[in-house]
Structure formats: C-alpha cells, structure tokens
C-alpha cells in the first residue's frame, strides 16, 4: 500500500520557522517528481512547491519563494518542505504529493498532475 505521511507541522510565531517532512512507504519515489500544496479553510488547495527527481529543479508559488525551500532525500523516500519567516497567511493544512504518471521529470513547474496524496499536516501562525 503506498502512502506518504506528513509531519513537522504545528504552532508558531509569526517569524518563525517549520520543517515538514513527508515520507513515502510501499514504492519508491525516487524517480517521480514530488510537490507540496496547502489549504487554508474555505479555499481551495493551492500549489506551493514542487522538486524533479533528482532536485535540480524546483519551483515555488511567488506567494513563497525565497522563504520556503523543497528539498528531498531519494536514499530516504522523503521531501521536506523548510518554512522560514513564516506569515499568519501561511496558516493551512499542508500536503505532499507524488506524482504518478511519468518518471525521471528533470524540469518542473506548477502544472504538474499527482497521483499520491498524504492526509495533511497543520501548520498554525500567530501574529
């Protein structure tokens, strides 16, 4: 059974930091291209970040870029997600997903369709 799990997420002060990680078990994911998204209540879920295979290539929401930084460990079927400076708009239940349907992505960007989804984590900013 595949899954990714989510976890790293909680409370923090505007300003502060989180590292999510999600972990993938029952396949491996080293040759599909990984992203994350997030879903604030009553909107829609909405891209965030996305990494190729390989990590040579990323790709971050403008609403992101140069405070969070996607990273994976192919050895460890992991991607993280480092959450710097973070922002009360920031509060959401964030997600990773895996995508399917293709392999060995060496270019990425915000279009890409995901067949594995984890169940969430909640990431909470006070102001």
């Known amino acids: 059974q595949v899954q990714l799990v989510e976890s790293g997420g909680g409370l923090v002060q505007a300003g502060g930091s989180l590292r999510l990680s999600c972990a993938a078990s029952?396949?491996?994911?080293?040759?599909?291209?990984m992203g994350w998204f997030r879903q604030a209540p009553g909107t829609e879920r909405e891209f965030v970040a996305t990494?190729?295979?390989?990590?040579?290539?990323?790709y971050y929401a403008d609403s992101v870029k140069g405070r969070f930084t996607i990273s994976r460990d192919n050895a460890k079927n992991t991607v993280y997600l480092q959450m710097n400076s973070l922002k009360p708009e920031d509060t959401a239940v964030y997600y990773c997903?895996?995508?399917?349907?293709?392999?060995?992505?060496?270019?990425?960007?915000?279009?890409?369709?995901?067949?594995?989804w984890g169940q969430g984590t909640q990431v909470t900013v006070s102001s």
């Open positions: 990494i190729s295979w390989s990590g040579g290539s990323t």
């Open positions: 997903a895996a995508e399917g349907g293709r392999a060995y992505r060496n270019y990425v960007g915000p279009h890409i369709e995901y067949s594995y």
């Open positions: 029952g396949r491996s994911f080293s040759a599909a291209a």
